[in-house]
């Protein structure tokens, strides 16, 4: 990625070198689904949006990463499992998405999981 400055550590913003602000998010690997786990909640997902925010930076640990536009997050979140608050609205989107060689992310209900691998960089060093 070419390194980077962090412009909002509690909200992991980071402004990389080339100009592009993205959200990231580390991983849980979970051996028996073969998948990486993140979560996203709304209110986080729209303050990034809000504060210029295009990518979402998905590490995977000491395989790569998966740099989502924006776009395609709000395509997963219609058909992301989600855990919901008291009231019934959504805590947070759950972010599943398997390792190379086939990246795909999980998609829940009748909707089949979508190829993301055009969106993975896989670690270098």
């Excluded at 390194?3 to 051996?31: C, M, S, W, Y």
């Excluded at 925010?53 to 395609?72: A, D, H, R, W």
């Amino acid at each position: 990625l070419g390194g980077g400055e962090i412009i909002n550590a509690p909200r992991k913003q980071v402004l990389l070198h080339d100009g592009r602000k993205v959200k990231a998010h580390q991983a849980t690997f979970h051996e028996k689904h073969n998948e990486y786990w993140y979560s996203v909640s709304p209110d986080s997902h729209q303050h990034a949006k809000d504060h210029g925010c295009e990518y979402y930076l998905f590490i995977m640990s000491n395989v790569g990463f998966v740099m989502l536009p924006f776009k395609e997050m709000e395509a997963h979140f219609q058909f992301a499992y989600t855990s919901k608050n008291m009231d019934g609205t959504t805590r947070q989107y759950q972010v599943h998405i398997s390792p190379p060689p086939n990246v795909v992310i999980k998609e829940y209900g009748k909707a089949k999981d979508r190829d993301i691998s055009k969106y993975f960089e896989a670690r270098t060093d």
